[in-house]
């Protein structure tokens, strides 16, 4: 098994879509039958992560989405499925991809947000300016 570099966790903590991945998931998981909890404070916060990625806050969006991650990590590990049956079945399979990927995404963002460097994240979105708000220019 290869080594796992410091780019390769950075990139995954600073990235968008492993946020997004895991807000598809839980919306898989909880809508049928309904889990108020998860549809309804981790799939908000979850989006909310990728769009500060997005907005060119990639090291507080990579924080946000590790600390959601394992929230839910942490509240899905608890349950356990009544039987072997179910933990083999296609929902089985579902809930194991989206509890690796909280986990993965915990890890990987913890490292982003601990590494990060707002200065030059302040400074790229700057050069960027993509929704003109650093522009001074009163035309």
Do not use: C
Request: no cysteine; glycine share 10%; proline share 4%.
């Amino acid at each position: 098994m290869g080594n796992i570099s410091t780019d390769t966790l950075k990139a995954w903590g600073t990235s968008s879509i492993p946020s997004m991945t895991l807000t598809t998931l839980l919306i898989s998981l909880h809508t049928r039958p309904f889990s108020p909890l998860p549809i309804l404070l981790f799939t908000p916060l979850l989006t909310f992560s990728s769009y500060l990625t997005l907005a060119g806050f990639k090291t507080d969006g990579a924080g946000m989405t590790a600390a959601w991650s394992g929230m839910y990590f942490l509240l899905a590990a608890r349950r356990r499925p009544a039987s072997l049956k179910t933990r083999f079945s296609l929902r089985g399979g579902v809930r194991a991809t989206a509890m690796g990927l909280a986990a993965v995404n915990t890890i990987a963002g913890g490292y982003a947000y601990a590494t990060g460097d707002r200065k030059a994240e302040e400074q790229e979105r700057k050069e960027l300016d993509r929704w003109g708000m650093y522009n001074n220019d009163d035309k």
